[in-house]
């Protein structure tokens, strides 16, 4: 009789305790919210504040570091998800592997830094998969290959 008295009383406590504790705002003292994002070898760490809309990679604007309007799009996906499209500026550092794996570094990154602000645009960020760090990487060199699996060229004589 005890035991499923406890039973209950754990499963009313464990509902209790997810139901009251809603995630609060992570914001520096400047009014940012800061995440790291990472994809390929490419890590980028993201501040965004409320601004213009303005994105800063290294220094430059977006359009001169990605000239791709590809790779411009793919960064502002969170931010048309979420209907934040001009209500922040974004400053980024980005290093590490190729463009394409920096701006999926930037959006996994953008994509923390808007729950950390806004916690309750986890919700809408989840299911487009923005907050799933992708963790495919280069596979490495094996020896007695060209490549990572490709063999040298095959010569009878």
Do not use: C
């Amino acid at each position: 009789m005890s035991d499923t008295h406890s039973l209950s009383a754990l499963a009313q406590l464990s509902a209790t305790a997810t139901a009251e504790a809603p995630a609060e705002p992570k914001i520096d003292s400047q009014g940012r919210a800061y995440a790291t994002g990472k994809r390929k070898n490419a890590v980028a760490r993201v501040w965004i504040k409320p601004g213009r809309g303005q994105i800063t990679i290294n220094d430059r604007d977006q359009e001169v570091y990605f000239a791709r309007p590809v790779l411009r799009m793919m960064i502002a996906q969170p931010l048309q998800v979420t209907d934040r499209l001009g209500q922040f500026d974004v400053v980024v550092t980005v290093e590490g592997s190729g463009l394409s794996g920096q701006a999926g570094a930037i959006r996994h990154g953008l994509s923390k830094a808007l729950t950390y602000y806004e916690p309750g645009l986890r919700a809408v960020l989840k299911p487009h998969g923005f907050l799933t760090r992708d963790s495919r990487v280069v596979e490495r060199k094996k020896y007695g290959r060209a490549k990572a699996r490709r063999s040298f060229q095959f010569s009878k004589r």
